[in-house]
Nanobody, 114 residues
Framework: VQLQACGGGLVQAGGSLRLSCKAAGLNFGINTMRWYRQLPGEQREMVAVITSRGNTDYVDSVKGRFTVSRDNVRRTMYLQMDNLKPEDTAVYYC?????????WGQGTLVTVSS
């Protein structure tokens, strides 16, 4: 299983970014997919989740600003991040679980300047 995340960058507060996570080596359409983020010295925090049926959930701090979606044909998950805030600055990781094992993308850095 391979997950490749991209789309991070530097943006001013109030701006937008879209992250992508392309998956290989799994039956993407049936897997629940997640976005996490991590600040230095802190634990990873789950930001958003999308099930195989397209049901979504978010951490409270991003509700109304972030939108997770998936394209099963392209085997890709997305995270549209709008109205970004400095506290959204972190390394963002995509994640899935298969046969009780967690798989992670390499992380993509999002920096939001005030």
């Amino acid at each position: 299983v391979q997950l490749q995340a991209c789309g991070g960058g530097l943006v001013q507060a109030g701006g937008s970014l879209r992250l992508s996570c392309k998956a290989a080596g799994l039956n993407f359409g049936i897997n629940t997919m997640r976005w996490y983020r991590q600040l230095p010295g802190e634990q990873r925090e789950m930001v958003a989740v999308i099930t195989s049926r397209g049901n979504t959930d978010y951490v409270d701090s991003v509700k109304g600003r972030f939108t997770v979606s998936r394209d099963n044909v392209r085997r890709t998950m997305y995270l549209q991040m709008d109205n970004l805030k400095p506290e959204d600055t972190a390394v963002y990781y995509c994640n899935t679980e298969l046969r009780s094992r967690n798989y992670w993308g390499q992380g993509t850095l999002v920096t939001v300047s005030s």
